[in-house]
C-alpha cells in the first residue's frame, strides 16, 4: 500500500501531499484547470485545501485552492489499480472525491 505524507503550512493552512517511498508530491499535470485533469507526481511541493466532506465527516476532500475542482477516483471510484485520478468539479453525491485518512507507522 502507498504511503503518503500530509503536512499543513501554518500560514496559510494548505496542504502537500507527499509519497513516502519515492519523495515525490502529488500534482496537476500541465494544462488548465478542467473536468478530467490528471494528477500525476511532481518533484515540487503543490499546494492542496483539504476539507471535510458536507455529508459525511469521516472523510475529505482534496481540491485546488480557490476553485471546486476536487480530487477524483474516475470511473465512478474504481478502486483497481490502475483507475486514473483526475480533478472533476465537485458534487456533493460524489463519494469518488472524498478521501479517508490512517495514520501510517
Known sequence: MTQWELQQNAGNGQWTIRNVKVKTYLGIEEGHLQDGLRLCAVESAVAWDISRDGK????????????????????????????VIALWTKWGDGVNQTWRFHMGE
Request: aromatic share 4%; proline share 4%; hydrophobic share 20%.
Open 56 to 83: 459525511d465527516q469521516s472523510v475529505n476532500r482534496i481540491s485546488v485552492p480557490g476553485s471546486q475542482y476536487n480530487v477524483d477516483l474516475t470511473n465512478n471510484g474504481d478502486a483497481k489499480n490502475g483507475t
